[in-house]
């Protein structure tokens, strides 16, 4: 039988709970990686506009209850100082980006799925399971697939050694 499609209520803050099942076999979530994850939860959690009431990572998937901020009631100011916690100096938000971040981060789906991507980005289980290697590769531009895989910070950003 098909799943049900998720139902999410606009316009008001609402409480969400949230499963993530791993792909991968047996239970890849030791120490390590649940420390790696329960970071990557709390960074998010200060860029989107939602609260994380609890949580639980077990050895082979997570539970998230997490309420969500509507769009209307986040101002650009709270949607700069956001865009400031998570990329610094080093970008500047111009106006016309407000909507589409304030948009983003009061999205679940983001939510989750930057959580998810984060971690596979950074958890060494997933980065030497095959075939999470092959569906990253799959996808990726024929000039990346030669390149070697860069660092990340703890938000999933490329950071490069300077020479």
Not at 7 to 14: A, E, F, G, N, P
Not at 37 to 46: A, M, Y
Not at 103 to 117: A, G, N
Not at 133 to 156: C, F, H, M, T, Y
Request: net charge neutral; charged share 20%; proline share 6%.
């Amino acid at each position: 039988m098909a799943r049900m499609p998720r139902v999410l209520i606009l316009h008001q803050q609402t409480a969400y709970h949230v499963i993530s099942r791993t792909a991968l076999d047996g239970y890849p979530f030791g120490e390590q990686e649940k420390s790696l994850l329960l970071t990557i939860i709390q960074q998010l959690s200060s860029v989107y506009f939602c609260e994380v009431l609890g949580f639980c990572l077990m050895g082979n998937h997570f539970h998230l209850l997490v309420t969500m901020r509507p769009e209307d009631e986040v101002s650009d100011e709270e949607v700069k100082e956001s865009f400031q916690r998570r990329y610094g100096d080093e970008y500047t938000l111009m106006t016309g980006q407000i909507p589409f971040y304030c948009q983003k981060w009061t999205s679940l789906s983001e939510y989750v799925k930057e959580i998810k991507q984060g971690f596979t980005q950074l958890s060494p289980a997933c980065r030497q399971e095959p075939r999470f290697v092959a569906w990253l590769l799959n996808r990726a531009s024929p000039g990346i697939q030669q390149k070697a895989w860069p660092e990340r910070d703890l938000l999933g950003r490329a950071v490069y050694p300077v020479n």
